[in-house]
């Protein structure tokens, strides 16, 4: 038995070979026999991908008369769930971006706590976004961020949308073609980010450039 079983759907006009999408039937509780009580499943065919039902009268309830004592738990092995399985997993050690922490504040506060793209001042979901990752070579430079919304950013990291050297905001059409939404993000596109007060703490046209000729997917 599988934990998760995945089953393809066609999207609507197909133009491409990523048009097919990938969904999952995820499984709570899965449990495995051991292969010596292995039950053999009539009218089973390799062939199958999805799975095939049995209703509780004929092979069904055959099938759970052998299966159901091999799954039963005695009274005095059962444990009560609550508490019975471990709640955090081990320690792990994590290497902090040096410099971070400055980053964040500066970027904050250079666009007076309000994103750049739609001026929401709600703080606790902001984010200073590094518009060439720190991962990829990018610095914390205040030129290398920008303060976004949490969805933005994530968009902006992932590609779906970026800002040109001339501060102009895009959306890319994937977000429609993949994903059928976005209404409310398309209505930003082509409309110009705000912008530091100082010169030297607004988006670099360097770092603008690398995001949109390798981060960007227009």
């Known amino acids: 038995m599988r934990s998760r079983i995945a089953r393809y759907r066609r999207a609507p006009n197909p133009s491409a070979a990523d048009d097919y999408q990938l969904g999952c039937i995820l499984l709570e509780s899965p449990f495995f026999l051991a292969r010596g009580d292995w039950i053999p499943l009539p009218g089973w065919k390799r062939e199958i991908?999805?799975?095939?039902?049995?209703?509780?009268?004929?092979?069904?309830?055959?099938?759970?008369?052998?299966?159901?004592p091999l799954i039963r738990v005695p009274a005095q092995e059962a444990q009560p769930i609550e508490g019975s399985q471990p709640r955090y997993g081990d320690p792990v050690t994590v290497f902090p971006r040096l410099g971070q922490g400055s980053f964040r504040?500066?970027?904050?506060?250079?666009y007076n706590r309000r994103c750049a793209f739609t001026n929401s001042p709600v703080l606790h979901v902001l984010e200073a976004a590094h518009i060439r990752p720190y991962s990829s070579g990018g610095t914390h430079s205040p030129s290398n961020g920008i303060l976004l919304r949490q969805d933005l950013h994530t968009l902006v990291d992932r590609g779906y949308m970026t800002v040109t050297p001339s501060h102009q905001i895009e959306v890319s059409s994937r977000i429609d073609e993949e994903f059928h939404n976005g209404k409310e993000y398309y209505r930003l596109h082509g409309e110009t980010m705000r912008l530091p007060q100082y010169g030297d703490r607004r988006p670099s046209s360097e770092f603008l450039r690398w995001h949109n000729e390798n981060v960007y997917r227009g």
């Open 105 to 110: 504040l500066i970027v904050t506060d250079s």
């Open 49 to 68: 991908v999805r799975g095939r039902g049995f209703d509780s009268e004929g092979d069904g309830r055959e099938i759970w008369q052998r299966l159901e």
